[in-house]
């Protein structure tokens, strides 16, 4: 899809992926039925890595030349 993007317009994507999706391979307990976070607390950490990644990244692309951005 982002190779299209670029020839046609110009226009490119980067994809971020939260951090703790990569725990959906990990083996859950019996009991444990849906998502793959252990605790509550690691939904708000991954939030926070996520927020911070983004920033990050945001910041990068801008310093690279690219402009203008969007999320």
Aim: hydrophobic share 45%.
């Amino acid at each position: 899809m982002a190779r299209p993007m670029i020839k046609e317009s110009g226009m490119a994507s980067l994809l971020l992926e939260n951090p703790y999706y990569i725990l959906r391979n990990v083996k859950k307990p019996k009991d444990q039925l849906r998502s793959s976070l252990k605790n509550v607390s690691d939904l708000f950490v991954m939030g926070g890595a996520l927020i911070l990644e983004s920033a990050a990244l945001l910041h990068w692309l801008e310093r690279e030349g690219f402009w203008p951005l969007g999320m």
